[in-house]
DNA sequence: CCAAAAGTGTTCGGCTTACACCCATGT
DNA sequence: ACATGGGTGTAAGCCGAACACTTTTGG
């Protein structure tokens, strides 16, 4: 198997930016945490390939997937490359199949196991693009419900970005950029004054 | 063969932004205008194998070479995969070998043959890439001589982008992002007043 | 009435843009 | 002396960053 895909299927949760790893089922680094991947199968394509990934461990397929990096000498097969693309997912519509063999997990990609290959130069790297792209593009659309109150957006942005931004410019920015808007409804939870939700303006990647 | 490499080779001459394209030598699309590429020596590397094919085609091999994109579905056999690098060369340096039988030749991008394959999106992707590029990198330097009059600069500039700059921003920003510095001497190019000469700060690649 | 998160405007500094004239040289 | 490209400064608008108080609700 000469050309392999490798998704790194990312999220925020409870304020952190996780990524979903699995068990290895061969050899070499049989049973360490790696990113999930594999051969492509006859006639298919390298986004075919990764969205079937995608779909086999977290059943959802209309997300955000895109084309990372090839990397060559990963597994010291020489010849062989793999095609690394990145997802970006809402954790609550995942449902990872705990009785998979290989025991699908989210870490957070501040607190990495041990893994195989160098999938950790993998991991990095999809964070890099993740945070450029987040600047410059509604991506994060893909990490969010349909309708969602404007401090869970903040709260996604300082997950990936690790530091806290201001309430106002925040919100001036996602409004006046238009990636967001107001959806007229609002929602209560907890003691204290319910939020607006909102909503992104499109549920496509764009371009700011 | 199922894993090849595909190198864009850009370059500015005569205010124009040019690419370098090939005969092809094999089928299909036999004698077509295309990019260069290959397949791999045993246990090279992707990064290596388009260095390879940069110094076969250009004489040149200290410039500035990126991976661009993984393509599938190129040539329409199944299962293999070209994988896009682009390299920017100053064209005064390179010696293309006007013996060999695949006759490579620089054509403006702005006016380029019919290709072989889609090579036509891969050439406008490397472009978008590059045009990218200038903005927040240093990459230019790989477009010129060691010293150079800003005007010089500036052109090389404007031919990517297609458009004009204002002189004085132009020298401002330069300046003022540490991509240049004054090399103290200057030099005449005809009957007005000697230019000053500059230099890159760092001719390696680097994020301003 | 208290705790908790939601919502709201203004000021300042820096960066980008637009714009016009004098300088040094060769012929 | 004139033609040619080289070199220079300033003002205006826009954008990002910093910053504190009031509102609404549940308990």
Do not use: C
Not at 40 to 48: D, F, K, S, V
Not at 138 to 148: I, K
């Amino acid at each position: 198997m000469q050309v392999a895909v490798l998704v790194v299927i990312l999220t925020v949760s409870e304020e952190e930016l996780r990524v979903l790893l699995i068990h290895r089922s061969g050899e070499p680094y049989l049973g360490w945490w790696a990113l999930p991947g594999g051969g492509l199968l006859p006639a298919e394509t390298l986004a075919a390939a990764s969205a079937r990934k995608l779909v086999e461990e977290t059943g959802v397929s209309d997300v955000y997937l895109e084309q990372l990096f090839t990397f060559d000498g990963l597994d010291a097969e020489p010849g062989s490359v793999a095609v690394a693309y990145f997802a970006l997912v809402d954790a609550r519509r995942v449902r990872l199949r705990a009785e998979a063999a290989w025991e699908p997990a989210w870490f957070a990609v501040a607190a990495l196991p041990e893994l195989a290959f160098d999938n950790a130069r993998v991991i990095d790297y999809a964070i890099t693009r993740l945070r450029n792209k987040l600047v410059y593009t509604n991506v994060a659309y893909s990490l969010l419900p349909q309708a969602f109150p404007l401090s869970d957006l903040q709260a996604v942005y300082e997950s990936i970005f690790g530091r806290a931004f201001d309430k106002r410019n925040f919100r001036r920015r996602m409004l006046s950029q238009g990636i967001i808007r107001p959806t007229g409804r609002t929602a209560a939870r907890g003691a204290h004054r319910p939020a607006e939700l909102y909503e992104f303006s499109s549920r496509q990647p764009m371009v700011l």
